[in-house]
């Protein structure tokens, strides 16, 4: 069985789903909606923009999912998932890669829930940190015990967890992990605490929105980030999407549950390579690749 996989922030670079728009008639099709539906040129940041311009959750996770989407519906009838799950917002990518969500209500959702988290991190000074060679027991302990709002966000892979919250928390708690053995506990250049409390007000606005929206049925199951388990109801679907974003990303336990339910394959949808490199530290026997245009 093959599971398509979907990045999310962080995979950005500049010049990003230039090739698909200079190749393929469809997807500068697709490109130029979404240039329409988010009311400025999302294409020109993509493809000349600077590092810094990308940078801004407001237009780096509509332009990962543009990227993502729109290299899985180039690759036509060869591109057919049968289980997918996404990294964060890539959870929104791999709902239109299985039919769940439409382009255009998938990029309206993006970019309503990239402008919520912007103003959230606006709002309150946060940030996120990189915890390296500690047990997940042991992170998840000595942010029990800190003071002030720090709590696991994301579960990349063994030895390999994101924690987000207040500036002062994360850094007293980076203190205390580095005292408890930690290989590496690293201050992230991120806008935010994304999957904390401290993103309830974009949660808030976020539901209201996926409330709103029309989900149909899915062609396969998505593993989500909250739970970890196969979904395809849209009505869990959706709960599941308004937790994401003050819940962690538990993408160690979704690739495990894949697996277990017969995944002998990844293929990763979209920029960048990370998702293969987690998928291939949290069992090294599997077969990973990225999505590649014939």
């Not at 599971?3 to 090739?19: E, H, K, S, T, W």
């Not at 539906?37 to 407001?58: H, N, P, R, W, Y």
């Not at 799950?85 to 709902?95: C, D, I, Q, T, V």
């Not at 996926?210 to 959706?238: G, H, L, M, R």
Request: hydrophobic share 40%; with cysteine.
């Amino acid at each position: 069985m093959k599971a398509y996989i979907f990045p999310g922030q962080g995979a950005q670079f500049v010049g990003m789903g230039l090739d698909l728009y200079e190749n393929h008639s469809e997807a500068q099709e697709l490109f130029e909606r979404a240039n329409d539906i988010l009311g400025f040129s999302i294409t020109d940041i993509m493809f000349e923009g600077t590092a810094d311009d990308l940078k801004q959750t407001k237009v780096t996770q509509p332009a990962i999912f543009l990227h993502s989407v729109i290299l899985g519906k180039a690759l036509g009838d060869s591109f057919k998932p049968d289980m997918v799950a996404g990294h964060s917002l890539g959870e929104f990518s791999a709902l239109v890669a299985n039919g769940a969500l439409d382009f255009e209500d998938g990029l309206k959702l993006v970019s309503q829930r990239a402008m919520a988290m912007q103003k959230a991190c606006e709002n309150q000074p946060s940030t996120m940190a990189a915890v390296l060679g500690l047990e997940d027991a042991v992170v998840e302990k000595i942010c029990a015990e800190t003071e002030g709002i720090v709590v696991p966000a994301n579960y990349n892979c063994p030895g390999q967890l994101v924690i987000s919250g207040e500036v002062d928390a994360v850094n007293t708690a980076c203190e205390k992990l580095k005292e408890a053995g930690a290989r590496r506990a690293l201050v992230l250049p991120v806008g935010g605490a994304f999957h904390s409390p401290l993103m309830q007000p974009a949660r808030e606005e976020l539901a209201a929105a996926i409330d709103e929206t029309n989900f149909n049925e899915p062609s396969c199951p998505v593993y989500q980030n909250v739970t970890t388990k196969a979904v395809t109801v849209s009505k869990e679907i959706k709960e599941n999407l308004i937790a994401q974003l003050t819940a962690p990303v538990k993408w160690t336990q979704s690739v495990q549950n894949m697996i277990a339910d017969g995944a002998k394959s990844f293929v990763e949808v979209g920029p960048g390579k990370v998702l293969q490199g987690l998928v291939r530290k949290i069992d090294s026997t599997m077969e990973t690749s990225s999505a590649q245009l014939g």
